[in-house]
């Protein structure tokens, strides 16, 4: 009987992997899952589907701060360790300040390397956010690329990456790109945000940078099932391995611009060369706070006509944001590797972005009340 241990079960990415694996379970209820997070899955505005799974595994609220706590997570009734642990846990938001990465990144990660312990497999998820791109800078990133990023979160990750490595179990690390789907609220989220914004006015979505700059992606089911994939395979094997987690689509900013703009029916306006000259000479915090003061009035405007009276979602980017950067720090992830090796049998059941894998994002925030019932 597998056990599986979900650290961060009810955030954007654990919640996938709580679906894939519901999704894969046997009807004997041979296998153990227990999820643990910081919020109960009531509270997290999921659907009522997703919030049935929650039902059905053994699902603990704490404090993923709290040492104690953690150890109780790991507690089984029987003693024995984890088949597999997934530390999905780490904060991923942007904008936080330095010791809350520090706290919830980095020394999450330590502390769940050494319950790991005994474990048959640790599966980590850090984020693609840790490549600076380095001399050529638009080019699409291998795992062997230097993990050097600046930034508080960058770095809290790839500290966070060496503690699952030194875990003393079979570890897999991995490095989603830039991750939508069902729940995104700060990744994709802004720029579907801004396609709406546009169909609402009748104008074309004005799009930043130019068109070539890779801004890879994946979808978040894809990533928990490389996860799983992953682990799986991993479990055999000494040490760790590595692998980024990307969709084959290379996608570019044109290419995402045109699917969210095909999605809504609008046309991409890709600034004129005076313009992005302007951005470019703002700092990335600069350029944030005047693409959101342009764009939260009229969300906010939107959200009353159509009586969603609180919602969580925003068009704001926070400077850290990949967009936000995207001039001087292109966001190209090569995510072969994991297809590419003998026996783990992985493929990407979404192999780019495009209208038809963007539209699920919109239409669960509407049925949820968070998103304009506007139809797409």
């Not at 690390?173 to 396609?195: F, K, S, T």
């Amino acid at each position: 009987m597998p056990a599986f241990l979900i650290i961060g079960a009810a955030n954007f990415y654990g919640r996938a992997l709580v679906e894939q694996l519901c999704a894969e379970r046997p009807d004997d209820g041979s296998w153990e899952i227990r999820g643990v997070d910081k919020v109960l899955p009531q509270l997290a505005s999921f659907p009522g589907d997703v919030l049935a799974l929650y039902a059905t595994i053994d699902y603990r609220m704490g404090n993923l701060r709290c040492a104690a706590f953690l150890a109780q997570a790991f507690a089984r009734d029987d003693g024995r360790a984890w088949d597999f642990v997934f530390n999905f846990g780490a904060e991923q938001k942007f904008g936080q300040a330095a010791h809350v990465y520090d706290q919830d990144v980095r020394q999450l990660a330590a502390r769940v390397a050494e319950l790991s312990r005994g474990a048959r497999v640790l599966v980590h998820l850090s984020t693609a956010l840790v490549f600076s791109g380095g001399a050529n800078a638009n080019a699409a990133c291998a795992e062997d690329a230097a993990a050097d990023a600046p930034g508080a979160l960058a770095r809290s990750h790839a500290d966070a990456e060496a503690s699952a490595r030194a875990a003393g179990v079979p570890a897999v690390v991995l490095r989603p790109a830039l991750c939508y789907g069902p729940g995104d609220r700060q990744n994709a989220a802004p720029m579907l945000i801004m396609g709406q914004l546009s169909r609402a006015g009748g104008s074309a979505m004005p799009v930043l940078w130019d068109r070539g700059l890779r801004i890879s992606t994946v979808h978040v089911a894809d990533v928990a099932r490389a996860a799983l994939a992953a682990g799986r395979w991993q479990q055999a094997r000494a040490g760790a391995a590595v692998f980024n987690v990307a969709d084959g689509g290379d996608t570019t900013n044109g290419q995402l611009a045109q699917a969210v703009g095909a999605l809504f029916g609008v046309e991409p306006s890709f600034q004129n060369v005076a313009v992005n000259f302007m951005a470019k000479r703002l700092g990335s915090a600069e350029l944030a706070e005047e693409v959101n003061q342009s764009l939260l009035g009229p969300w906010m405007d939107l959200l009353a006509e159509h009586g969603v009276a609180n919602s969580p979602l925003s068009p704001y980017m926070d400077p850290e944001h990949p967009y936000c950067r995207l001039e001087a720090q292109p966001r190209g992830v090569d995510g072969s590797l994991i297809t590419r090796t003998p026996g783990l049998r992985f493929a990407y059941q979404h192999p780019r972005v495009s209208p038809e894998a963007l539209r699920p994002v919109v239409e669960e925030f509407q049925r949820v009340g968070l998103w304009p019932a506007i139809p797409i």
